[in-house]
């Protein structure tokens, strides 16, 4: 089996596991995000080991070994990106399985399990991006917006769309439903690298929101900022971006 396919097949059985779990009845919305991170965790974590053992591998829910600094492939997974939100039985949370070869987002794939009949986007399946509307949508935290995205978006003109996960938001560009995905509020690996695979695999703008690039497999593991939007966009928001910075100082 491909690395994309062992991806993109990791991802779509750990969403379905995720469902049975939640769809046992047994758990409160808390206790659910618990059982669902350990239950999925397990099983993404015991499955790499089994068939890519040779490899590194980080996960949110592990303890992190430092051997896979010295290792060139090592997947990087989020077993439920978005806890709460598949807590509380929304359609906005995802699982993320990727693979970063030399700190660059080689392969990835994201399933959204709570979308109607699930969905699965994979960094090596690209599908057309649709275009832009004259308004343009800005996904943002739900819970804890970021003051530099809403600033932005207020400039722009753009319409905020609340959303749950990293991967939601990121995959919301793919599909069309949003347009740009700018994040300073704090996030670790496992939360962007999949979803930047696969955003790149489908000729999106990815990178950190000062133009830096996403650089994975990193001793310290925090990644607190990124941008994900069309090409087209990336100028105008970088620019932005300065402006609300200047403000802010």
Known sequence: MSDADLASHLAEVTGRILLEVRASGLFSA??????????ANQF??????????????????EKDN????????????????????????????????????DGQPAIGAVALPGLEGGTLLRS?????????PDKLRMVISR???????????ERLGAELVPMGSAGAKAMAIVLGKADIYLHSGGQYEWDSMAPV?????????????????????????????????????????????????????
């Open 197 to 249: 695979a696969v955003a790149l695999g489908h000729g999106l703008h990815c990178s950190r929101i000062d133009g830096s690039p996403l650089i994975y497999n990193q001793a310290d593991v925090y990644l607190p900022d990124l941008l994900i939007c069309r090409k087209e966009h990336a100028g105008q928001i970088f620019e932005l971006i300065a402006e609300v910075t200047q403000v802010a100082d």
């Open 143 to 153: 819970t804890r917006p970021a003051a530099e995205a809403v600033a932005v978006a």
């Open 30 to 39: 808390k206790a659910l995000g618990k059982a669902g991170d350990q239950t």
């Open 66 to 101: 430092p051997d896979r600094l010295a290792m060139s492939r090592v997947w990087i997974v989020d077993p439920v990106d978005g806890t709460r939100e598949y807590g509380e039985a929304r359609a906005d949370w995802a699982v993320h399985v990727g693979l970063a070869i």
């Open 44 to 61: 993404v974590c015991h499955a790499l080991r089994e068939v890519r053992g040779e490899d590194g591998l980080l996960s949110e829910e």
């Open 124 to 132: 090596d399946q690209p599908r057309p991006v649709p275009p832009a």
